[in-house]
């Protein structure tokens, strides 16, 4: 196709396309069908190096470029992607899976967030004060903290760039992108789109490799990096923290999440079934937001389910590229098992199977939108992140039992909750262990919100007015006065 071939497939270094050293490829595969889209290059640990030595060049120069400067280019590049929304939206579809609705969607999302920090890099602040004694003025100044390895996920292609790209720019730092190797397209288009923006050579330089651990481990341990950005797995996250603590590199870390769920009794059922679709459905139930646990009380439980149920059951599973397709294919093929394995489990369990919860045949990596009810506190996937369109439903009795089962997890990234009590909305906000909260709403992502967990699902914020914080360091200079 036409914008698979339109996009550059070497490694971005230094402002130029490159071919690995060792001249290595990667396939990248079209989910739906299981066939070959394109090769990329394939990085190996002495690419990751140029890729820093390139960073590293281009710092004091890119931190000493006016923030309207910087500001400017952001925009720019948000233009070009509007612009480009179809062809965009088409790549992403083409190498990740989801339909083309949903990547249209991403790519205003994704945009969105070189628009908010075009605004931020010209907000950067200090300030001056006066000493209590009264002898020094107290000179604060933030600079930024340095070349940034910024590491992202496959589930959101263009958004989980633009994320960490948008700030990172913004605040004046150079930087190494490691996008996953399932979609690397989009990332390489991106940094196409920057480069034509009026990026200077070196500030963004993009390794696709098979080989994270080779490549990563050395930037990490070398001394050059002084930011790692991740969006990932918590197990990998523990690695990479313990890598960074060698050489003390700042980290933000958005992990692993299992989102409660809750529905009350006295929620509007109508509100609830919408927002229980948006929040478990989104990107075919591949996000870390991804309602993965649903409470629902006792009094409402039946037909709560009888109405996901009926809604799950009407959409439609195809080839995202596909007009009217609904639900596109899961990643690959570990990742339909991964979904297929919790179903079994929880049926083993005594769970009962409302909807789906069978493999269908034909190529491709697709499984149907799921419903389980009757799912015991022990099923494997109570404990697990699905990753996948399916929805287990608990049964509860009380508020205080809903919280506990909702807390009981050792990640913290979002919870989401229907009622129309004012008061118990807000109490139960107030202790749900989650960085994010969904009130009588399955959508908490927004550019202007800060989005992050707690526990052990991450570190730091991302998007907001604290988004840029994370790649600002304070400088206080002591300044005597005499008289």
Not at 428 to 447: D, F, H, K, W
Request: proline letters at 6%; aromatic letters at 6%.
């Amino acid at each position: 196709m036409t914008v698979v071939h339109d996009v550059p497939k070497q490694l971005f270094i230094g402002g130029g396309w490159q071919d690995a050293e060792s001249g290595r490829t990667l396939s990248v595969d079209n989910p739906a069908t299981g066939e070959e889209l394109c090769r990329v290059a394939d990085a190996s640990p002495a690419d990751g190096r140029r890729a820093v030595e390139a960073a590293v060049a281009a710092q004091t120069a890119w931190a000493a470029t006016p923030p309207r400067v910087r500001s400017e280019i952001l925009r720019r590049a948000y233009d070009i992607i509007i612009a480009r929304t179809e062809d965009l939206a088409l790549l992403m579809t083409l190498e990740m899976g989801k339909p083309l609705a949903e990547a249209r969607a991403e790519v205003a999302y994704g945009a969105e967030f070189f628009r908010w920090f075009s605004e931020e890099a010209v907000r950067i602040d200090g300030g001056m004060m006066t000493a209590p004694d009264g002898r020094n003025r107290l000179l604060v100044t933030r600079q930024p903290v340095g070349p940034c390895l910024l590491i992202t996920p496959w589930n959101f292609p263009l958004a989980m760039g633009t994320r960490k790209i948008g700030p990172a720019i913004a605040a004046g730092c150079t930087i190494v992108l490691k996008p996953a190797p399932q979609t690397p397209l989009t990332s390489l288009a991106l940094a196409a789109i920057l480069k034509e923006a009026g990026l200077p050579d070196g500030v963004l330089n993009v390794v696709v490799t098979t080989d994270a651990a080779g490549v990563v481990e050395p930037l990490l341990r070398g001394g050059q990096i002084r930011k790692l950005s991740f969006t990932g797995s918590t197990q990998v996250g523990r690695i990479l923290l313990a890598q960074c603590a060698d050489t003390v590199i700042r980290t933000s870390m958005e992990l692993g999440g299992n989102a409660p769920l809750i529905v009350f009794d006295d929620a509007d059922l109508d509100v609830a079934v919408e927002g229980t679709m948006v929040a478990k459905m989104r990107n075919m139930g591949e996000s870390c937001c991804a309602a993965n646990r649903i409470y629902v009380h006792t009094s409402i439980a039946e037909e709560f389910a009888t109405r996901l149920a009926a809604r799950m059951a009407a959409l439609k599973v195809g080839d995202g590229t596909e007009p009217g397709t609904d639900v596109g294919p899961l990643i690959d093929i570990a990742g339909r098992s991964k979904a297929h394995d919790v179903v079994r489990d929880a049926v083993k369990r005594g769970a009962k199977v409302l909807t789906g919860g069978e493999l269908p045949e034909g190529p491709g990596c697709f499984y149907p939108p799921t419903v389980l009810t009757g799912v015991s506190a022990d099923a494997a996937i109570i404990d697990t992140e699905v990753f996948g369109p399916v929805a287990a439903l608990l049964t509860f009795d009380d508020e205080d039992e809903a919280i506990a089962a909702a807390n009981d997890t050792e990640f913290g990234l979002a919870a989401y909750l229907f009622t129309q009590n004012l008061d118990r909305a807000l109490r139960v906000a107030e202790r749900l262990e989650s960085g994010m909260i969904g009130l009588n709403t399955g959508l908490v992502s927004n550019p202007a919100a800060p989005f992050g967990g707690v526990k052990q699902s991450g570190l730091g914020r991302e998007g907001g007015r604290v988004g840029i914080d994370e790649f600002l360091e304070y400088k206080y200079i002591a300044v005597p006065v005499g008289g």
